[in-house]
T-cell receptor
């Protein structure tokens, strides 16, 4: 069974601070996706990283895929209250559901 | 809107009753997934439909859970003889096809079993 461990599980910081969320596994994934979920809604895809070492930027969010394609990180610069939400990583490449395995998520709260 | 819709948004039932949850995928999407999201847990895959192929039921937790997809569109997830541990948010997602495409999620159905 492929497992994705996300850390931290909970993070509460002040507006303007930087933060990094981690997604780690002992398994290799062909690609990894990051989602953001707000209360009462389904997850929304933020980015897909495919190549080991790949870095993608989405405004103040920077996503990195590890060289060995086993881990990923999400870095947010100058966090805003609108960044508050549950961030989920999901790996593809093996198992059921088209090979998508989800982590438990990181609950992020940005306080104004 | 043209997104994935789910109904009902909330369902409260008594232990032992059967429930049906409905998912309307995005028109033209051939792939459809059901997930369960419990408090403190990630998304747990339940079942996957792709076109006319036999569904992947490998994630269904027990034989009380079943799902069907009629006409390649609407899907219904049925839970028989509900138990308290079935309480969770049930999410549906659709995708244009199998393979590397974006999954679009519905808002979910929050099921509470008393």
């Amino acid at each position: 069974t492929q497992l994705l461990e996300q850390s931290p599980q909970f993070l509460s910081i002040q507006e303007g601070e930087n933060l990094t969320v981690y997604c780690n596994s002992s398994s290799v994934f062909s690609s990894l996706q990051w989602y953001r979920q707000e209360p009462g809604e389904g997850p929304v895809l933020l980015v897909t990283v495919v190549t080991g070492g790949e870095v993608k930027k989405l405004k103040r969010l920077t996503f990195q895929f590890g060289d060995a394609r086993k881990d990923s990180s999400l870095h947010i610069t100058a966090a805003q209250p609108g960044d508050t939400g549950l961030y989920l990583c999901a790996g593809a490449g093996g198992g059921g559901a088209d090979g998508l395995t989800f982590g438990k998520g990181t609950h992020l709260i940005i306080q104004p | 809107g043209a997104g994935v819709s789910q109904s009902p948004s909330n369902k409260v039932t008594e232990k032992g009753k059967d429930v049906e949850l409905r998912c309307d995928p995005i028109s033209g999407h051939t792939a459809l997934y059901w997930y369960r999201q419990s408090l403190g847990q990630g998304l747990e895959f339940l079942i996957y439909f792709q076109g006319n192929s036999a569904p992947d039921k490998s994630g269904l937790p027990s034989d009380r859970f079943s799902a069907e997809r009629t006409g390649g569109s609407v899907s219904t997830l049925t839970i028989q003889r509900t138990q308290q541990e079935d309480s969770a948010v049930y999410l549906c997602a659709s995708k244009l096809a199998g393979g590397v495409f974006t999954q679009y999620f519905g808002p979910g159905t929050r099921l509470t079993v008393l």
